[in-house]
Each structure stands twice: as C-alpha cells, then as structure tokens.
C-alpha cells in the first residue's frame, strides 16, 4: 500500500509554545490530506481537510487560529499547534487520500504531543 | 444523521474465527473501509468493499449488503497479534469518510 510518513513521532513541549507536525506522501500525490486527532481509548476525531493550494476544511468545533493547516505541495501537509496547552496533549495523525477510484485513506504513523 | 454502529468490544479464542459486523446509515454511499488500528498506533488499511459481496484477503474477509447498510469483517485463525481495534468508515455521497468508533477485539490463548 501507499506510505505516509509524520514528523516528529513525538513530542514534548511547554506550555505556550508551538508545535508544527508534518505529514508527507512518499510514493504518490496526494490533493487531499487529513488530520485526525485521537484522544486515548476513543475514536479518530477528523480535525480538518485540507486540500492542496487551497485553505483547509475544518470541522465545527476546531479552531482555525490555534490548529493552522498548510497544504503546499502534492506531497507534503503541516499542522502547526500554535500557543499549545496541557488540554491539546493528544495523538494526532494525519492521513493522505490515494488518487484513484477508491478514496482510500494511508495514514501517518502519528505524533504524540505532551504539552506541560 | 449519519450514522455508523459496531459493537464496542468482542472476545474470541487464539485459532477461533469472528465476526464484526458494522452496519451504517449514510447520505449515499460510495465504499466501505475496514481499518485494524493497535494500541497506541495509527490506523492501517484492510479492506475495501463497494459492490455486493464478499471479498477474501487471506486470513481476512469483507462482506458488503448495500441494500441491508450491512458489512462484516470476518477473521479466521485467530492469532494473539490480531487483538486490535477494528474500525469500520463508510464514504458518503459526498466522499466525506464517516468513522464508526471501533470494536476492540480481544484474544485470549
């Protein structure tokens, strides 16, 4: 299947500062990319889409301003957690929509964020 | 609304087979997923069903009834790395994916 990568694998930051994941497509282009976040023992909570060259989709509920999506390239999306509090600490992945019939979704390894 | 409803949690026995089912409610359907997903790991594609039927990957197998909003994940041979959460996300008219929220499957020895 189709590799997706996340950077960092992890992370621990203070409170207040900002924290930028990204999420990249190895072996194909990806228009559209995805970020879920997972808070333990529930389920995937889509963030945001976003979609090549244009402004990210988010959900009701998540904050344009604290959770900034840039989706330069064909192959490249980052979420920057901007101002991060003990509260956004969480398992964030991101996910990347093969071109093609099927629309399936390869996700990410995941980033932990530990905001202190 | 949409909808999509698994059970919460499943145990089977080590070489035993189970079944979950998943059935859903949607606004149009293009396609139903089934993702493994360990603890503390993301999620990782098994199968992917949009016409009638069942679809056999080897230990692992997918049965869609569009008519009945209808699908099962069938495993045979359980091994203990088969204890996960199975999600099962169905693409809508509007090729928005709708996540069910996961059954944890349990295997014991």
């Known amino acids: 299947g189709a590799v997706v990568s996340q950077h960092p694998s992890w992370v621990i930051c203070k409170s207040g500062t900002s924290v930028k994941i990204e999420c990249r497509s190895l072996?194909?282009?990806?228009?559209?990319m995805f970020w879920y976040r997972q808070f333990p023992k529930q389920s995937l909570m889509l963030m945001a889409t976003s979609n090549e060259g244009s402004k990210a989709t988010y959900e009701q509920g998540v904050e344009k301003d604290k959770f900034l999506i840039n989706h330069a390239s064909l192959t490249l999306s980052t979420l920057t957690v901007t101002s991060a509090h003990p509260e956004d600490s969480s398992f964030y992945i991101c996910s990347a929509r093969s071109p093609g019939g099927r629309e399936t979704q390869y996700f990410g390894p995941g980033t932990r964020l530990l905001v202190l | 609304g949409q909808n999509i409803d698994q059970p919460t949690e499943m145990t089977a026995t080590e070489g035993a087979i189970v079944q979950i089912n998943c059935t859903y409610q949607?606004?149009?359907?293009?396609?139903l997923f089934w993702y493994q997903q360990h603890a503390g790991e993301a999620p990782t594609f098994l199968s992917y069903?949009?016409l009638d039927g069942l679809e056999e990957k080897g230990r692992f197998s997918s049965f869609l009834s569009r008519s009945k909003g209808y699908s099962y994940l069938l495993l045979k041979e359980l091994q203990m790395k088969d204890s996960a959460s199975y999600l099962c996300?169905?693409?809508?008219?509007?090729?928005?994916?709708?996540w069910g929220a996961g059954t944890k499957l349990i295997i014991k020895p």
């Open positions: 069903n949009v």
């Open positions: 949607t606004s149009g359907f293009n396609g």
């Open positions: 996300a169905v693409t809508d008219s509007n090729y928005q994916l709708i």
């Open positions: 072996d194909f282009q990806a228009t559209t």
